[in-house]
């Protein structure tokens, strides 16, 4: 505890109309929706991390909104209208993070999407090719375009994969700098008039006649009213919210001469994915090869999926190419058995905007904004 603070520390830095508990893309948003609606409205933001935990700098930085095989398996949960539903918002989100930041500022690239199928997918593969007019249609009226789906066979020896018969662009994917985002967004939140605090972890809230008490490992804060965009950390504060953790394990190469490999690639039902990055190729994913030890909100890595990255590097991505690890680290994101975020007043004075299911890049944005537009109209 801080047993040295000042009177002018206690009545300026620990209250605010609204404290916002997460600095990612969610929470950031959420501040600069709450004082752009209401400028008069006083936005504290408070941070467990010296960087924003969870997935928002640690991510992939795909600009997507679903593969075709992702879609398949989304569609049978949410079926053809909710699937249409989502989907809008994941469009609207990143052109709202697109226009919010502007593309220079993120460092958009649209590169195109590509999905890759090995010869013994070839039951996956059929049912996805089968697929893509159905999914065109199902799209055309949220990005204005036709065929956004494609196949994409002859670009499979430009970029040099083996054991690859099938490949299906999506010519709307891009990706994005993600440091670069969270950045920009903080300056854009600094601007607004909204405090960030880091290295302060949230303990408990109490609720009072006239608020909210907030207990951290510094000082207590007080407010009217608390959001909580701490996705998958959510079930600290909140314990019933219908969510599951799920780690994302991520390696890097040093820079390799002459990389052929442009885009974003998803690969076995979007569970593993990969780009060019500074020459060098980054790939995630794997969790599916060990659900329950990855249902976890620790960061770090496991032999099996390391592994699993390594050979996919060896096997299909540089099968004729030597390359080295440079860095490894872990993302931590949020999912539940709906696609749909959860953003809701869960008690009172009590707000939650959580569960973008790996989508965070694409639905974050909005997510946000949808927040901090609830929260003012409770005040």
Known sequence: ???????????????????????????????????SESPKTSVLVLESGFLPSGASTKNAGFACFGSISELIEQEKLSG????????????KGLLKLRHLLGDEHISF???????LFKPEQHDLANECVAKLSHFNSLIEDIVLQKDTYSLANAKINSFGFKDINLLIENNLEAQIDPGMMMKALLAK??????????NCKVE??????????IKTNHEDFTCKRVLLATNAFVNELLPDLAITPGRGQVIVTKPIQNLKIKGTFHYDKGYYYFRNIDN??????????DFKTEETTEFGETELVQ????NLLKEVILPETDF???????????????????????KPNVFCAVRCNGMGIAIGSQTGQEAGEMVVRSL
């Not at 939140?189 to 880091?198: C, D, E, F, H, I």
């Not at 060098?280 to 090869?289: D, Q, T, V, Y």
């Not at 592994?307 to 390594?310: C, E, G, P, S, Y």
């Not at 080295?324 to 869960?346: D, H, T």
């Open 307 to 310: 592994n699993a990255l390594v």
């Open 280 to 289: 060098r190729i980054l790939l995630g994913g794997g969790r599916n090869l």
């Open 80 to 91: 053809t209208d909710g699937l249409h539903k989502l989907i809008s918002k994941r469009w």
């Open 204 to 213: 408990e809230l109490l609720q009072e006649s006239n608020g909210m008490v």
């Open 1 to 35: 505890m801080l047993h040295n603070l000042s009177y002018w520390e206690k009545k300026n830095f620990f209250h605010a109309d609204v404290v916002i508990i997460g600095s990612g893309i969610v929470g950031l948003n959420a501040a600069i929706a709450i004082k």
């Open 109 to 115: 690239q649209n590169n195109g999407g590509f999905e």
């Open 324 to 346: 080295e690890i440079e860095q490894k680290w872990s993302g931590i994101m949020a999912f539940g058995a709906q696609l749909s975020p959860i953003i809701k007043e869960v």
């Open 189 to 198: 939140a600094l601007a607004a008039g909204v405090q960030v605090y880091n």
